[in-house]
Structure formats: structure tokens, C-alpha cells
């Protein structure tokens, strides 16, 4: 929901703000989508864009220089209805394929998909245990999935977002 596109056309919250700054500044904004958040950070790397407009804080970030946070959420585990959470040692994680995961079990019991949509549609449908995300997302999604076999347990750690620079930009 902080980025996607509706009929080829950019939309979420991120584009919103965006908006804002376009027309508050009257800079005209070219937008691409990525796959994901490796993909467009390769894409700043490489000189392709100049921006990345929804961001979370890298945990290797020397290299990018970041926005003030424009949206905090906590962030939870949506799992499975029955999952036992006292231990997840062999319980499968669903993660989203180049994202920075806030789950840090062994690699070896994740699961990978494309979005975070399929990673909590995955757990209802009993495929995956559980996945990390935050709860805007988590929320979203599982009122648009309409899953009934998804619960969240909230966690103590939040995501922010930010707009990403390289370190060298003149923001």
C-alpha cells in the first residue's frame, strides 16, 4: 500500500507525497517501478534514478543519506491461527524476495514470494507459518485477502519510511 501501480499508473502513499513536493516545488517527476527494494537500490546505485521514494533505513547504509521518516508503523507477525510462537526453530517464514527482512531465523526455513500480499496469503492458506511485516501492510492486506486464519501479534520494533538518496546526492 506505500507503493503500487493502478492500471499502469503510480499510487500509494509514497506517490502521494511525491505529489505534494511536485507541487509545492513545481519539479517535474519521472516515475519507475521496481520489483522491489534491491532492484530500485541498484538502480540508484547505478545513476538510473535519482530517488527512491519509499525506503526503509538500510542496515548497511553508508553509502544512502535519508528523508526525515514520513510514516512510522509498528511492526507485528502475521501467522497462522494455531501457531505456538514460543518456538519457531522449524517453522516456516514466508519473506519478501529483496526486501530487507525483519525475520532473522535460519534461511533455511524461508519461504520466498514476491509480495508481501503472497507472503500473508501464504499463511492462510497454510503454506507458510508465519511472516514479519508491518502492521499497515499486514492490516491492509489481510482485509483485502479477506483472510480469517491470519492473526497478528504485535512486536516492540517499528518500520519507518523515507525517501533514499545516495550518500554523494544533492538532495
Given at each position: 500500500p506505500f507503493s503500487y501501480e493502478v492500471q499502469g499508473q503510480p499510487a500509494g502513499l509514497a506517490f502521494d507525497l511525491c505529489d505534494i513536493i511536485r507541487e509545492n516545488t513545481g519539479l517535474a517527476l519521472e516515475y519507475y517501478g521496481y520489483e522491489n527494494t534491491q532492484t530500485a537500490v541498484e538502480a540508484l546505485k547505478n545513476g538510473?534514478?535519482?530517488?527512491?521514494?519509499?525506503?526503509?533505513?538500510l542496515a548497511d547504509d553508508d553509502e544512502f543519506k535519508y528523508s526525515k521518516d514520513y510514516f512510522s508503523a509498528m511492526n507485528i507477525m502475521a501467522k497462522r491461527?494455531?501457531?505456538?510462537?514460543?518456538?519457531?526453530d522449524d517453522k516456516k517464514a514466508a519473506?519478501?524476495?529483496?526486501?530487507?527482512?525483519?525475520?532473522?531465523?535460519?534461511?533455511a526455513n524461508q519461504v520466498?514470494?514476491?509480495?508481501?500480499s503472497d507472503c500473508i496469503e501464504s499463511v492462510q492458506r497454510e503454506k507458510t507459518d508465519y511472516t514479519v511485516t508491518n502492521y499497515y501492510s499486514a492490516n491492509y492486506y489481510i482485509r483485502e485477502n479477506e483472510c480469517d486464519r491470519v492473526d497478528l501479534i504485535p512486536s516492540s520494533n517499528s518500520s519507518t519510511l523515507h525517501m533514499g538518496f545516495?550518500?554523494?546526492a544533492d538532495a
Open positions: 538510473e534514478i535519482d530517488m527512491i521514494a519509499s525506503m526503509v533505513k491461527t494455531a501457531l505456538d510462537v514460543t518456538d519457531l519473506v519478501v524476495k529483496g526486501e530487507q527482512n525483519l525475520y532473522e531465523g535460519d534461511t520466498v514470494y514476491d509480495t508481501i545516495l550518500d554523494s
